[in-house]
């Protein structure tokens, strides 16, 4: 069956970094957009970052662009997602995302990973 399996979440320090990953079975990975969501108490789910099927073209949320960086491996079947420079308002639950469509919905989620950023 499809998984995506996220790790790498935790509590950091303001300024700080995270390397978060996700990692893909029971479908052509290569042949998904990947991206990832989060979550904040109250708020809706909002866009981080999303990556090609081929990793050549990257979005990223307004709030995060200049910090974070998405990455695949295509021979790994794993997405990851640098933070750097982490805010207090970066905490959230992260979930993994794959599309067929780069400007799409998602087919499949993980089950998310908390990500606290606080001193």
């Known amino acids: 069956q499809v998984q995506l399996v996220e790790s790498g979440g935790g509590l950091v320090q303001p300024g700080g970094s995270l390397r978060l990953s996700c990692v893909a079975s029971?479908?052509?990975?290569?042949?998904?957009?990947m991206n990832w969501y989060r979550q904040a108490p109250g708020k809706e789910r909002e866009l981080v970052a999303l990556?090609?099927?081929?990793?050549?073209?990257?979005t990223y949320g307004d709030s995060v662009k200049g910090r974070f960086t998405i990455a695949r491996d295509n021979a790994e079947n794993t997405v990851n997602l640098q933070m750097n420079s982490l805010k207090a308002e970066d905490t959230a639950v992260y979930y993994c995302?794959?599309?067929?469509?780069?400007?799409?919905?998602?087919?499949?989620w993980g089950q998310g990973t908390q990500v606290t950023v606080s001193s």
């Open positions: 990556i090609s099927s081929t990793g050549v073209i990257t």
């Open positions: 029971g479908f052509t990975f290569r042949d998904y957009a």
């Open positions: 995302g794959a599309r067929i469509n780069y400007r799409g919905t998602n087919r499949y």
